[in-house]
């Protein structure tokens, strides 16, 4: 566990929620049918999704997850973005880096390109529709490609290599860096006072992480594998609570289950929203104590489940952060 995902299990513990719990009883269920599954780490092939070169999947992960946020549009009918009838959300915004660069490695000129103008960015993520959010996808890239130029000389490889490749290293380093496209996931509360109070949750720098992690593991030496990935943290997206309240395993009141079931806004920060993403947080990480498994076995099966549900609908939040 990282010292950011400590920090959000701290305050968890301390927090007086309103509206989420943690039931034990149903978490402990989970936690047993995981020991008996025992899923593994996927290898993170996706044919044209995903590249198989590895120089190229570098690149691609890393400017992947800098846009890898709010896939459901959050106006009826609330549809998902599409690049076909087969592939949405996350894989279909993959599936357009693939489009465009193939099996090549991403120049951050070429991105700086895209992102020049409305018309560019629009006419890279055209699908059946366009992803919501838009201008802030442009914003992340330009930050994300600008800075990989400057600082690391346009190469991911070099950002891995600056944090000797140890997940903790690459944590800080994102959040600092690249503070529009990897450090924007953190909360104020009402008590925060200074910058190293706020509770950073870090969706994508640590899914950045764990799918590079998980293909490095099936890559028989292609690609160096991270230091301390047992650090690596739950990834607190919009699948994973869905699949825990499914299941029981998260506990809504009934106000917040009402706003998810008219699929009203809850807003970033709110106190609905806060609560949802770090009760799974902490429930996530008392999954990985009584498994003894990683997020990198988890995580994959989490979401999965989570896409797999039809109601409740997930909770909508327009977001950047995840």
Not at 182 to 206: A, V
Not at 238 to 246: G, K, M
Request: proline share 7%.
């Amino acid at each position: 566990m990282n010292k950011y995902t400590e920090q959000v299990c701290k305050f968890w513990k301390k927090y007086n929620s309103q509206h989420v719990t943690v039931d034990e009883t149903n978490l402990l269920s989970l936690a047993k049918e995981l020991q008996h599954i025992q899923p593994q780490i996927p290898d993170w092939q996706m044919p044209n999704i995903l590249p198989q070169n590895p120089a190229a999947f570098i690149s691609h992960n890393f400017f992947i997850n800098a846009v890898n946020f709010a896939f459901t549009h959050f106006e009826p009918p609330y549809d998902k973005f599409a690049l076909n009838e087969n592939i949405r959300g996350a894989l279909a915004s993959s599936a357009c880096f693939y489009r465009r660069f193939g099996e090549n490695p991403i120049n951050p000129d070429e991105i700086l390109d895209i992102t020049s103008s409305s018309k560019k960015i629009k006419e890279f993520f055209q699908g059946i529709n366009l992803p919501p959010l838009i201008e802030e996808r442009m914003v992340n890239l330009r930050e994300a490609a600008t800075t990989l130029k400057v600082a690391f000389d346009g190469k991911v490889e070099n950002l891995l290599q600056a944090a000797k490749f140890n997940v903790n290293k690459l944590i800080d380093l994102l959040i600092v860096i690249f503070p529009r496209s990897y450090g924007s996931d953190y909360y104020k509360t009402p008590e925060t006072t200074t910058k190293s109070e706020l509770i950073f949750l870090n969706k994508r720098p640590q899914l950045w992480l764990l799918i590079y992690q998980g293909r490095a593991t099936h890559s028989k030496g292609k690609l160096l594998p991270l230091k301390h990935t047992e650090n690596i943290g739950p990834i607190a997206d919009y699948q994973v609570p869905r699949y825990l309240c499914a299941i029981g395993a998260l506990k809504y009141s009934p106000y917040l289950s009402e706003k998810i079931k008219k699929q009203e806004i809850i807003s970033f920060g709110s106190p609905e929203e806060m609560e949802i993403r770090c009760a799974t947080i902490f429930a996530v990480c008392e999954l990985l104590k009584r498994t003894k498994l990683t997020m990198m076995e988890i995580d994959y099966f989490l979401w999965s489940e989570g896409r797999k549900i039809q109601t409740p609908q997930h909770h909508l939040t327009p977001t950047t952060a995840y």
